[in-house]
């Protein structure tokens, strides 16, 4: 969904994603070693285009159960994306998706400081009750920065994507608003 929200953290700035941002997304989404995390990875070769990252831009902007931002580092340089999707507000639920494109400041607490700034947005704007992720069960510097936010695993997702052909267990991990100190 189209939105105005501007988020401001101690290491990043979130602001709504546009059409101008397409051309990194693409660089980022497409890049292997981000892709190879992503579920996109199962995409055929005719979706691995620009014109399929825009298509895939105006599904987000018209989905009115999805937010998504752009990650700038404080000194302004494009970073990644976070999003909310399948917003549920009479369950108070929504689901997290987090790419940090940009390799080279990868563990420098970016991801961190974004998941927990749009955290606080969805408990605290949104009403929301809780917050999942899904990321694969093999990549432990994604879980690590869910658990320092203050997910908890909550259970395994045995085989329940492919990757590159090949069966792939994903961790189900939550927050609830009611963790929150």
Known sequence: MKHEYVIEGQAVRLSPLTENDIPLLARWLFDPDILHWLQLSEDPAHLRTLEAVHERYEQMQADPLTLTWRIDNRDGLPIG???????????????????????TIWGGGYGTDAIKQVTGFAFRQLGLRRIFATPDADNARVLRVFEKCGFAQEG?????RLRYGVPTDMVVMGILRDDQP
């Open 81 to 103: 994306q976070i999003e909310l999707v399948d917003i549920r507000r009479l369950q108070g639920r929504a689901e997290m998706h987090l790419v940090v494109g940009e390799k």
């Open 156 to 160: 395994l997702l045995r085989q329940h």
